[in-house]
C-alpha cells in the first residue's frame, strides 16, 4: 500500500514540476519520447511517421499559443555522397499531409537515404532552443548528421 502511495506522489510531483515549466517545454518534452525504431523504415512508412509527427508537433505549437513560426519539422535525408540534403524539407504547417506526397517524390527522384527526423522549438520565455532528433537507425553516422542538422538550426536561431 505504502509503495503505490509513494508511486503516486512521485507522479504527481513530476506533473506539478511539468506545469511549472515555459509553454514551450510543455509542448516540447513530450513530442521527445517513445522508443526508437528497431529496424530501418522503408520510404513510405518514414515519411508518413514524418508527416503524422509534424501534424502532432505543429497541433501542440498552436494549441498552447505559441507561435508556428518558432518550430521547425523535418525529415533528414542524405544524399549518395552522405551529405545532409537541404533543410527545405521541413513539414509546413498545416500541409504536412499533402506535403509527404511531394517529399516522397523529391526523395525518389533525387536517391536520397532517409535518416531520421527533427525538430526544434524556440522557448521565447526561457530564451533558448529546444531540439531533439530521432534517427531511424541508431548508427554512430546517423546521430553524428542528425545532430549536426541541429547545430546548423542552432547557429541560424542565434543570428536572427
Known amino acids: 500500500m505504502m509503495v503505490t502511495a509513494k508511486i503516486a506522489s512521485d507522479g504527481q510531483k513530476a ?3 511539468l506545469m511549472r515549466q515555459s ?7 513530450p513530442m521527445t519520447a517513445g522508443r526508437y525504431h528497431t529496424k530501418p ?14 501534424t502532432k508537433f ?18 533528414v535525408c542524405v544524399n549518395e555522397s552522405g551529405k545532409i540534403t537541404p533543410s527545405e524539407l521541413a513539414f509546413p504547417p498545416g500541409y504536412e499531409e499533402s506535403y509527404a506526397l ?13 535518416i531520421g527526423v527533427a ?10 532552443l529546444l531540439s531533439h ?20 538550426w542552432s547557429a541560424a536561431i542565434k543570428r536572427r
Open 102 to 114: 511531394e517529399l516522397m517524390k523529391r526523395i525518389l527522384n533525387n536517391k536520397w537515404s532517409v
Open 133 to 152: 532528433y530521432r534517427p531511424f537507425e541508431r548508427t554512430e553516422r546517423n546521430e553524428r548528421l542528425l545532430s549536426s542538422v541541429l547545430d546548423v
Open 41 to 54: 523504415p522503408g520510404l513510405i512508412e518514414a515519411v508518413n511517421y514524418a508527416s503524422v509527427a509534424a
Open 58 to 75: 505543429h497541433n501542440a505549437v498552436k494549441d498552447a499559443g505559441l507561435r508556428l513560426a518558432d518550430g521547425k519539422y523535418i525529415l
Open 119 to 128: 525538430f526544434c522549438l524556440l522557448d521565447r520565455e526561457a530564451g533558448e
Open 15 to 17: 506533473m506539478r514540476k
Open 23 to 29: 509553454a514551450a517545454k510543455q509542448v516540447f518534452w
